[in-house]
């Protein structure tokens, strides 16, 4: 199946988000109510993108932290929910 992109300005999730790996290429999952994205197509795996209420809030950049509004948002929950998803991608091959 092909990764569909949805536009941040169109903030609207098509269906509810469950745990997704789209090949070995992307993975997607709802964690604490939060919504994590990562696409190894992303500025070489670098990123993952974060969504609350089915708006993206910011970025996790594995170099320099949360940054894009992720950094205004960041918080003890969100925290914990990003070490999860990050453990799971590394337990894939995806984020080491």
Same mark, same amino acid.
């Given at each position: @199946?092909?990764?569909?992109?949805?536009?941040?300005? $169109?903030?609207?999730?098509?269906?509810?988000?469950?745990? $997704?790996?789209?090949?070995?290429?992307?993975?997607?999952? @709802?964690?604490?109510? #939060?919504? $994590?994205? $990562?696409?190894?197509?992303?500025?070489?795996?670098?990123?993952?993108?974060? #969504?609350?209420?089915?708006?993206?809030?910011?970025? #996790?950049?594995?170099?320099?932290?949360?940054?894009?509004?992720?950094?205004? @948002?960041?918080?003890?929950?969100?925290?914990?929910?990003?070490?999860?998803?990050? @453990?799971?991608?590394?337990?894939?091959? #995806?984020?080491?």
């Amino acid at each position: @199946k092909s990764l569909r992109i949805i536009p941040p300005a $169109f903030c609207v999730l098509a269906r509810p988000v469950q745990r $997704f790996i789209f090949s070995n290429l992307a993975m997607r999952r @709802k964690i604490k109510g #939060y919504i $994590f994205q $990562f696409t190894s197509a992303d500025h070489d795996g670098r990123h993952v993108h974060v #969504y609350r209420d089915n708006c993206e809030i910011g970025v #996790y950049d594995k170099v320099a932290g949360p940054i894009r509004g992720l950094e205004k @948002k960041w918080n003890g929950e969100l925290r914990e929910a990003m070490n999860e998803f990050i @453990k799971e991608l590394n337990e894939c091959g #995806y984020f080491q």
